[in-house]
């Protein structure tokens, strides 16, 4: 069996207590993990504000942060394969997925690199003749960063770029469910050459996640998952005052007109639901499709979800794995019991399937009938498609933001005018239209409502790691004048 340690101010350690993880494509365990203590976080959130106010790192110029951001980006590319398996071993996402996700993330680590002495201050022009004031961007401090199982890498780098290159240090706990791969990054944080205690990356459970945002050293807590847990974490920060950023979930519609092109419109649905197994914050799992082509699309919909090879995660030849955990194959089978006897219509899947592991196959679901079935209202996070016929464009815009959720959207049609109306319309932080769940380190990623607040990706990411400082510089030799008047 492998083992994984914590690392805690530039030293590996496996810590005072140890938790199996298990294989998600055969239910065992495969690895052993290190468990965070409280006072484990505590001494990694001191070395973490140690090294924020200390050298090598306070003292070091954003160009030389860059260099050091390119160095890991550069080890994240080589190392990537190895990622790309532990990834897949530990939390069943299919090789396909892993492999060329984390190839990729390396171009966020490069992008920040590059951004790291792009960040600016301005000149303000005062309106008093004898002073110069101007505005600096400095780091906030001590980031916590609390990322999920599911694309850990990626939602680490959208985390770890902007704050590193803003000069912020981290404390990085990733999910208990699958930590592995992220452990194993610790190496190559290590590799790169950042001082002692600017990264720190550990695991376990609440206990760890409450010490964590709860700890008066830090400043700003940068969480991905749920919102439940989310609203945990705004009454921990209630302790510290931190700011927070928050990627949570959602619940996006896809929405397909009938002068789409329904091929094109089917990959990418399948690409939005049963890619990654469904277990993805942007999932498209709420079609919309408008009535006249509503039968042609689920014929489509229905072959392909039937066709989708279901298999070993270590497999190329594998399009969907199985669910990361054995209790998240449990609710989703829940959720769509409770939504047949709503009264939707079961399409495809919706059975568990025997044997070992947390498999569960595409499944679609007619919701024409039951919109407020709970597939269509709740996050399933796993491979389950709602489906609702609407008719006219209004009623398309009303059920796509029918929803507490946020975070994405699909638009399907060939009318430029009709895109247009639907941009400004959906409330959703993504519009993708005639595409789905494209990426990038340039563009922001986030949402509002239950899907969050905050940006990740892009500028806006690194200046929500800073704070502004006002600097009035009085340039006239004259003496102060009334000191009883505010000047």
Request: hydrophobic letters at 45%; proline letters at 6%.
């Amino acid at each position: 069996m492998e083992r994984f340690q914590h690392y805690i101010d530039g030293q590996f350690e496996t810590g005072a207590a140890q938790f199996a993880s298990l294989d998600p494509a055969t239910g065992t365990p495969w690895a052993e993990m290190p468990a965070a203590s409280a006072q484990d976080v505590a001494r990694a959130v001191e070395a973490a504000h140690r090294a924020f106010l200390g050298q090598p790192w306070a003292g070091m110029t954003a160009t030389a942060r860059g260099k050091l951001l390119y160095r890991l980006a550069d080890l994240v590319q080589a190392a990537a394969p190895r990622l790309a398996a532990l990834e897949t071993r530990d939390t069943g996402k299919i090789i396909r997925e892993t492999s060329a996700q984390i190839a990729y993330v390396a171009e966020y680590y490069r992008y920040y690199a590059g951004l790291a002495d792009k960040i600016e201050g301005a000149h303000l022009p005062i309106d008093k003749p004898d002073m110069e004031v101007w505005l600096r961007r400095e780091p906030v401090g001590v980031v916590a960063a609390i990322v999920p199982w599911n694309s850990q890498l990626f939602l680490s780098a959208v985390k770890l770029g902007p704050a590193l290159a803003a000069g912020c240090t981290v404390v990085l706990k990733a999910s208990e469910d699958g930590p592995a791969p992220l452990l194993e990054f610790a190496r190559l944080v290590h590799e790169a050459g950042f001082p002692a205690g600017v990264v720190n990356i550990l695991t376990g459970g609440p206990e760890a996640g409450h010490a964590l945002t709860t700890h008066p050293k830090v400043a700003h807590i940068a969480f991905t998952g749920g919102p439940e847990t989310a609203r945990h974490i705004l009454r921990a920060s209630a302790e510290n005052l931190a700011k927070t950023s928050l990627e949570l979930g959602g619940k996006s519609p896809f929405i397909v007109f009938d002068d789409a092109d329904l091929d094109s419109a089917a990959n990418a649905q399948v690409a939005g639901i049963f890619a990654a197994t469904g277990q993805s914050c942007v999932a498209g799992s709420r079609h919309l499709v408008q009535r006249g082509v509503k039968e042609a699309m689920l014929t489509r919909l229905k072959a392909k979800a039937e066709a989708v090879a279901i298999g070993a995660p270590d497999q190329m030849t594998t399009e969907v794995g199985p669910l990361c955990t054995q209790r998240q194959r449990e609710r989703i089978q829940a959720l769509v019991d409770a939504s047949v006897a709503a009264g939707a219509k079961l399409v495809t899947g919706g059975v568990t399937p025997s044997g070992p592991g947390f498999f569960y196959p595409p499944t679609i679901l007619d919701c024409t009938d039951a919109p407020d079935a709970h597939v269509v209202q709740q996050e399933c996070f796993g491979p389950v498609l709602s489906v609702i016929a609407f008719d006219t464009e209004e009623q398309a815009l009303t059920l796509a933001n029918d929803t507490a959720y946020g975070l994405a959207s699909g638009v399907f049609t060939r009318s430029l005018t009709r895109a247009h109306r639907m941009i400004r319309g959906i409330r959703a932080g993504i519009v993708w239209v005639n595409t789905y769940r494209a990426v990038s380190p340039i563009a922001p990623f986030g949402g509002h409502g239950l899907s969050g607040h905050g940006r990740e990706g892009g500028m806006a990411a690194a200046l929500d790691y800073t704070t502004v400082k006002t600097v009035w510089l009085r340039t006239s030799d004259d003496p102060i004048p009334d000191p009883f008047v505010m000047r």
